[in-house]
């Protein structure tokens, strides 16, 4: 089976999505992964624009062994030079050099002639192949180039020692069939294009990144540029993880292979999350929260029944826990008592009835019911106390000159927890104080303050999103005053996180 070269551009163009820069030592971080996962080339950055863009591209080439180690540069030959300098290190290094050969970016961008722009191309690969072994070269906006043109650059450029060849749709303008027409129109149009390997990079304005680097591997493409969770300029670039787990489950029309381990999926596309700070989308193709989740009844019990009646992929092909049942108001008896076991949670048949009726009612008024909202559902039924904690008191120092320090008071029974700290703002100092006066150790997933009355007066509540161990608990709470509704709602977290450890009867399942 053909293999497809995967050509990670995450440091690179995905960097270059607003909001996603990243820390020389991130970089290195994620460079790591990358490397874990599997794929063959590692774009690590754009040394000539910004000293610490070139640092990053070193340190990668010091420490990372494996992949194929790419730096980008302009035709030009003191970015060529910085790139080389950037490769020194690296075991495998690529120089990437790229020149825009669309009319209109040839006319308005450069203000060069055709013939001006070939010579500058061939004079860029010809310099970098006297640099390092591995040459790409890439026509930016090659999509909206002539075609006739573009077979003449990529001949010369073949000749000067160009080794990858690579067509971006820059714009992400192109459509999967013109795309692929398009590519033949090219292989078939220069002479000399089996002396390179021919690579895709597709932007997703129009949505279609990953389709068109589909197309693209069905008429010869075999290297194809990708993103982690499909980061990059605008609207980013084609889906690592969605192109592989298409080629993967579909792998009757996709007689391909590559060298990514699809178990390292979740791992890496979570590291990335968490170290540029973007949220993974809910619904996501193969990491969102949602993609294997199931609300509606009918869906769950077919899961239930067999799991490939909603489900294409397993979520541990891509290293997640497990598929996911979400209780709504769609969800019947059978996904409700399914879960109740699967947390460890034991009723008769006849509390589980009543409390099957009771969940209808709350999934009636919200969108989910977490499992924490079970524990509640569950300990009314049993009788049972949820309220281990009780807030008596708290206060904070802040102001634009003072560290934020809390104090707080927390009863537990007959006893007196209280403690201080301090935090980077008012709220995370009262943070801080609760989870020391009580000895826990909370990692703070998610924090939503909104306004439920309306006027300056209003009630504010707040969500707050916990993870303790290997438990998310959510808590709320709600007064005039945030900061109160704050340390309310994490106090009410904490509570539900107690109920559950003293209901809980030895489920299987610590994801929720
Ligand atoms: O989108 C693009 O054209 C690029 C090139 C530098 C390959 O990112
Ligand atoms: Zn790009």
Same mark, same amino acid.
């Given at each position: 089976?053909? @293999?497809?070269?995967?050509?990670?551009?995450?440091?690179?163009?995905?960097?270059?999505?607003?909001?996603?820069?990243?820390?020389?030592?991130?970089?290195?971080?994620?460079?790591?992964?990358?490397?874990?996962?599997?794929? *063959?080339?590692?774009?690590?950055?754009? !040394?000539?624009?910004? !000293?610490?863009?070139?640092?990053?591209?070193?340190?990668?080439?010091?420490?990372? @062994?494996?992949?194929?180690?790419?730096?980008?540069?302009?035709?030009?030959?003191?970015?060529?030079?910085?790139?080389?300098?950037?490769?020194?290190?690296?075991?495998?290094?690529?120089?990437?050099?790229?020149?825009?050969?669309?009319? #209109?970016?040839?006319?308005?961008?450069?203000?060069?002639?055709?013939?001006?722009?070939?010579?500058?191309?061939?004079?860029?690969?010809?310099?970098?192949?006297?640099?390092?072994?591995?040459?790409?070269?890439?026509?930016?906006?090659?999509? @909206?180039?002539?075609?006739?043109?573009?077979?003449?650059?990529?001949?010369?450029?073949?000749?000067?020692?160009?080794? +990858?060849?690579? #067509?971006?749709?820059?714009?992400?303008?192109?459509?999967?069939?013109?795309?692929?027409?398009?590519?033949?129109?090219?292989?078939?149009?220069? !002479?000399?294009?089996?002396?390179?390997?021919?690579?895709?990079?597709?932007?997703?304005?129009?949505?279609?990144?990953?389709?068109?680097?589909?197309?693209?591997?069905?008429?010869?493409?075999?290297?194809?540029?990708?993103?982690?969770?499909? +980061?990059?300029?605008?609207?980013?670039?084609?889906?690592?993880?969605?192109?592989?787990?298409?080629?993967?489950?579909?792998? *009757?029309?996709?007689?391909?292979?590559?060298?990514?381990?699809?178990?390292?999926?979740?791992? %890496?596309?979570?590291?990335?999350?968490?170290?540029?700070?973007?949220?993974?989308?809910?619904?996501?193709?193969?990491?969102?929260?949602?993609?294997?989740?199931?609300?509606?009844?009918?869906?769950?019990?077919?899961?239930?029944?067999?799991?490939?009646?909603?489900?294409?992929?397993?979520?541990?092909?891509?290293?997640?826990?497990?598929?996911?049942?979400?209780?709504?108001?769609?969800? $019947?008896?059978?996904?409700?008592?399914? @879960?109740?076991?699967?947390?460890?949670?034991?009723?008769?048949?006849?509390?589980?009835? %009543?409390?099957?009726?009771?969940?209808?009612?709350?999934?009636?008024?919200?969108?989910?019911?977490?499992?924490?909202?079970?524990?509640?559902?569950?300990?009314?039924?049993?009788?049972?106390?949820?309220?281990?904690?009780?807030?008596?008191?708290?206060?904070?120092?802040?102001?634009?000159?003072?560290?934020?320090?809390?104090?707080?008071?927390?009863?537990?029974?007959?006893?007196?927890?209280?403690?201080?700290?301090?935090?980077? $703002?008012?709220? *995370?100092?009262?943070?801080?104080?609760?989870?020391?006066?009580?000895?826990?150790?909370?990692?703070?997933?998610?924090?939503?303050?909104?306004?439920?009355?309306?006027?300056?007066?209003?009630?504010?509540?707040?969500?707050?999103?916990?993870?303790?161990?290997?438990?998310?608990?959510?808590?709320?709470?709600?007064?005039? *005053?945030?900061?109160?509704?704050?340390?309310?709602?994490?106090?009410?977290?904490?509570?539900?996180?107690?109920?559950?450890?003293?209901?809980?009867?030895?489920?299987?399942?610590?994801?929720?």
């Amino acid at each position: 089976m053909d @293999r497809i070269h995967i050509f990670d551009t995450t440091l690179r163009d995905g960097e270059q999505s607003p909001g996603a820069s990243m820390s020389v030592e991130q970089k290195l971080e994620v460079a790591t992964q990358l490397a874990r996962l599997g794929v *063959d080339v590692i774009e690590a950055g754009f !040394p000539i624009s910004s !000293p610490h863009q070139l640092e990053g591209c070193k340190l990668i080439s010091r420490q990372v @062994r494996g992949p194929v180690i790419a730096a980008l540069a302009r035709a030009v030959e003191k970015d060529i030079d910085c790139a080389a300098e950037s490769l020194k290190d690296a075991e495998h290094p690529r120089i990437h050099t790229f020149l825009a050969t669309s009319p #209109i970016h040839m006319h308005y961008k450069l203000k060069k002639t055709p013939d001006e722009v070939v010579e500058m191309a061939v004079q860029a690969v010809r310099y970098a192949r006297g640099k390092v072994a591995e040459v790409e070269f890439s026509p930016e906006d090659g999509t @909206r180039s002539e075609i006739p043109f573009l077979c003449r650059i990529i001949e010369k450029v073949i000749d000067a020692g160009a080794r +990858i060849i690579n #067509i971006p749709d820059t714009v992400g303008y192109t459509m999967p069939w013109e795309y692929s027409e398009f590519l033949k129109a090219i292989m078939e149009g220069t !002479p000399n294009m089996d002396k390179a390997e021919l690579s895709v990079h597709c932007h997703d304005d129009l949505g279609v990144a990953v389709a068109n680097s589909l197309a693209a591997v069905r008429v010869g493409a075999r290297q194809v540029e990708v993103t982690v969770g499909g +980061i990059g300029e605008r609207a980013g670039n084609a889906c690592l993880e969605e192109f592989v787990m298409a080629l993967t489950v579909r792998s *009757d029309l996709h007689p391909y292979t590559t060298g990514i381990n699809t178990k390292q999926i979740w791992n %890496t596309a979570r590291m990335l999350s968490n170290t540029i700070g973007f949220p993974i989308p809910r619904n996501k193709p193969i990491t969102g929260e949602n993609a294997f989740a199931h609300e509606s009844g009918i869906h769950q019990d077919g899961v239930l029944k067999k799991r490939e009646t909603y489900e294409i992929m397993t979520p541990e092909a891509v290293g997640r826990d497990g598929s996911v049942l979400v209780l709504g108001r769609h969800s $019947g008896m059978h996904g409700f008592k399914s @879960r109740l076991a699967q947390l460890g949670l034991s009723l008769s048949e006849e509390e589980t009835r %009543t409390a099957y009726e009771r969940f209808l009612v709350i999934a009636d008024r919200k969108k989910e019911v977490y499992d924490d909202d079970l524990y509640v559902i569950v300990s009314e039924q049993l009788g049972r106390e949820m309220e281990t904690y009780g807030l008596e008191y708290f206060n904070i120092l802040s102001g634009n000159t003072a560290v934020p320090t809390a104090t707080v008071r927390i009863k537990e029974g007959t006893e007196i927890h209280e403690e201080a700290a301090t935090g980077d $703002g008012p709220v *995370d100092a009262i943070f801080n104080a609760i989870d020391r006066a009580l000895g826990v150790q909370a990692r703070l997933l998610e924090y939503v303050v909104q306004a439920v009355t309306p006027g300056r007066a209003a009630i504010g509540e707040v969500s707050v999103s916990l993870e303790i161990g290997d438990r998310k608990i959510v808590g709320r709470g709600a007064s005039t *005053d945030i900061l109160e509704a704050s340390a309310k709602a994490y106090v009410n977290a904490l509570n539900r996180w107690k109920a559950f450890l003293s209901m809980r009867t030895g489920g299987t399942d610590e994801s929720v």
